[in-house]
């Protein structure tokens, strides 16, 4: 701990500079300076300490980061507890919060810089898609359970949200290059430029290619669409403050993606190419600090090709304008009233029939916060979403629907409401119950393909009287500060329901391919996560986790297959001079994963369940400080091959990067 | 920033400055110290937090087992100090 005076200077500074900067979104880096925590505004919507928010949250920094040898953000979510993980490829992953992983219809909100990055069409996050490198990272909060009454319809296992450094304060200049086996060619570089003092721009660009390896059953590939995963990402991030302290932010980014991802079994070997702009405004005004954002993406994936289904081509747009007011009534009350539209559109092409799927979304949602005491606090919030679904255009004879079955609307209530105690000065405890509203993506309502002979022949078709369902979620929290070791220990228990389940139209269900999506039954998941962690000090670091995780479904969807039991991770770090030197390990048990064959000239296609063993993965990094500008980096990823999934088998990846900081 | 020493039983001649951060073993002028933080618009600090309860500072820090940032809300209204809504919901009012 710094002594008070050195907190007394950063108040200091930060009431002499209140004037120009009191309108920033969150000033995260001078905040974390006074507070000597990470601080968020994730939680609850409201800026707040990470030891005062009352969620399960934990926050990966950048420290962390530059420690953990990881090259992608999957890599590193997967170290904390109660995150599971699946690769469909080297470029690929599936990332779950506390279960129910899947192809598509992930039930996990991502967020870069507040910008969901989630595809409304296919319900999925392709993390490769993400106008994001590593080293412009300020932090990544993950927040477990439902988040549906602050971020809406699908925010139900969890929220990662991604903050990067503020241009405006925090260079990042910065050129990265990084050789490997599987012909690992990346490079990444960053420059950011300070035009006057009130604004700043960052450029960022980047390029990644690694051999397509691994893949466990290519038959039916098409050589003409199997490329290798390759990434070109551009983003520009923009601040600019004014006068009266009112803070504009922007983005601008595109990427170019290719990859090959699993829905079911069979693959699809895809280009993914994404826009996105960005502008958002925050300003403390007489009714308080006053946020609106907007912002477009648009994906487009020019060709897809399937081994099960053919290649067809698809694109999503999304367009999204949030307002919102935070304001502080007394000294205990806090408040935030909010409202969001949304727009979303799918066309599919020929799988869709050449029609365009719409869903059109207006939200209100209210959060207070009441402080009882210095020690003990409550947070309320409720969200109201509304959602118009549309479909234009010509359908096909395989379509049992046509456009006038998808003129409805469909409505949820969120609900979140946490309780913060801190019992003594060093014990915290908290109890939350979540409400959580999933909502099926334009995928479950309405694409129509019909299968390859190979795979069967038969069509399979979404379903436009598909409904929202419910998440309940509770959870108890004790987190206790081990001063004497500098370490944090926390353990964090769980019940969470799920009333019913929309089943994907790719799915596969005890025993039997699916044609329809559909609603089905419902699950419950139980759980305790163990943490206990030790940040840089005194040249090193250790954390350890485990998680025990229970899945029982009221009927097989295959979520429980696919969910491990039990998950440990350990980490030591430690450096000395100009070297650093760290170890990660990480033990998950085995699950159950599907196959499918396609048929021959003779014989159907053939599926069924099989075994996933249990897999341990040992990753070991050694760095050396060779000039005070240039960090020359070795990395072993998992020292030994593993499978986290059906179709894809990690090999050990061994990588040499270079880091120079100009 | 540019520091400089005053003296608190020598308010009155004082300079105008923003921000002042107190010493320890002040608390016998806790009171006139609050007043000055009034009529002059100056942000007082220090690290006892029974200064802000007192009345006599504007903000106060303590670190130990954590950091915790007090603020005065009828001392700064008085004093016409306004801070961002930002950092008011990160910090304790009383």
Known sequence: MKPCWFHLLCAGCLMAGAAPVSAQQLDYGRYESLFGEPVTVSGTGKPERLSDTPVVMEVITAEDIHHSGARDLPT????????????????????????????????????????????????????????????????????????????????????INIVTFDPLDDPVNVVETRIGNHARRDANASLTAKLGDMAGVRMTVAADHVHDYGILDKSGDNPDYAKDPSRRSFSLNGSLVLDDGSRFDTELSHTDVSMRWIALYPFFDTRIKTDAVKLGMTSDTMVGRVNATGYYTSIAMPWVQSQAFGPFSMNDRIAVVQLSDLFKIGATDSFRVGTEVRHAEMGAGPISGGGVLKGDLGAVSLMWEHDFSPSVSMVNAVRYDHVLIDRSGPVTDADPFDNSDYDRSIGGLSVNSALIARITDIDRLRFSFAKGVSLPSLDNFGQVEQFVPAYGGFAYYGNPDLTSTSIYDYQLGWERSLLSLGATLSVNLFHQQTMKHITNPYAYISGDFYSQADMGAGSVSNGLELSISRRFRDGWSWSANYTLDRLHEHFDLGYRNAQPTHKVN????????????????????????????????????????????????????????????????????????????????????????????? | MVPFLLDVHNLVGAPAFQVGFLAAGLQSSYGPIGEFARKRGVVTISADLSCVRIGGCVVGVSSIPRVEVWLNRRLSEDAHIGFSEAFRMMVTEY
Do not use: C
Request: aromatic share 12%; proline share 6%.
């Open chain 1, 570 to 662: 350990l980490g030591l770090g430690h450096s000395f001079g100009d070297w650093e030197a760290d170890l990660y390990a990480r033990y998950v048990s085995g699950t159950k994963g599907l196959y499918v064959k396609p048929g021959g000239p003779d014989d159907g296609p053939a599926a069924g369940i099989g075994k996933i063993g249990p897999y341990a993965i040992l990753s070991p990094r050694l760095a050396w400080k060779a000039r005070e500008d240039l960090l020359i980096e070795a990395v072993a990823e998992n020292m030994w091959p593993y499978r986290d999934s059906s179709p894809q088998r990690m090999d050990s990846s061994y990588y040499l990067s270079v880091k120079f900081t100009y």
């Open chain 1, 76 to 159: 590193l979510l997967s170290r904390l507890a109660g995150i599971d993980l699946g690769h469909s490829s080297p470029g690929t992953t599936e990332v779950a919060v506390r279960g129910y992983r899947q192809p598509l219809g992930s039930r996990v909100m991502v967020l870069l810089n507040g910008r969901q990055v989630y595809l409304d069409g296919f319900g999925e996050d392709f993390w490769s898609t993400l106008p994001v490198e590593l080293s412009e990272i300020r932090q990544v909060e993950i927040i477990k359970g439902p988040q549906s009454a602050l971020y809406g319809f699908n925010a139900v296992s969890g929220v």
